[in-house]
């Protein structure tokens, strides 16, 4: 549906620009709607995006106006002033906001970030003073700057706000623990309390755990605010730790007196080790205290148990005393399947 509208979008934006130019000076016939094969309209748009002829292109008076930058990098790159994409978003800018606007303008950095990622990240001073086209100009070249540049992206969404801002960060969250710790870490531990968004400290406590030390990690776990984000970093850990070192992790595990922490760091004992020791695991869950910890453990092991295999696991499991109903339910669920 959204290709729908995006044409849809592109088909009036561009015709809202040529309407807007001076009576005096008509539009081409290069820029009127045309046919295709099958009689049915074209968006202009398109055609303006994929003709290798820049004669066709949109008008650059824009570039002119006295309320766009008339100085900076689209100035001074002849690249980005010859290339049509960019010729295309200054007619588009002069419009009145609008989502037609909007769609149009997402699309085009969209298209264009994934043709030339810097020349287009060079047009963000003609959107950065209005905030709807730069939140159209994030929206288009986020998916890029994700696959290319993942740290930049986490830079940009410590500053600007735009739909799937959100969702972006945490994708570059993800990759930057993969690639610079220090950085993940930074970046994390200085979030709001609010929006340590819990996975994510599991991912970057695990790869501390991995690639540095248990000093770090816990340090690192112990330092934030959430007591969810702070749980799953020690899951991570555990997690990581219990791949390496089972005998050793489960000791630690023992030396816990915080029940919450303890119940995370045995959630991330029974990832690593359901499959291998389901006896051990059946004991590590049957110690966790009720909450949505021991919950959503449950729910794990009724997704990794849900084979002829582990049958018999799942109906000891169902068999514990202190399981509430609903945990029963789960169990009863996949053991009828």
Known sequence: MRGFHTIIAFTIAVSAVSCSQPDTEPPSADNRETN??????????????????????ATTLAMAEPNLETTGPVHESPGVVDNREARVALDLLKMENSEAKSLALTELFERWSKDDLNAAMEFLPYVEKDIETKRAFFRGVATELLEQDPERLLDITREHWWQGQWEATIKAMTK????????AVDFYTNTVKGKQYPPTAGKIAGNLMKERSLEEAEAFALSLERPESRGMAVQGILSRWTAQDPVAASTYVEGISDPMLRDYAIRGMIQQAAGVSPLETLAWAKSMQEGAVRMNTVKFLARRWNSPDHRKNLEDLSTFRGLSNQEREIIQETLGN
């Open 176 to 183: 930057v623990a993969d690639s610079n710790l220090d950085l």
């Open 36 to 57: 295709s094969s099958n009689g049915d309209p074209t968006s202009p748009f398109a055609d303006l995006i994929s003709s290798p002829d820049d004669n066709t292109l």
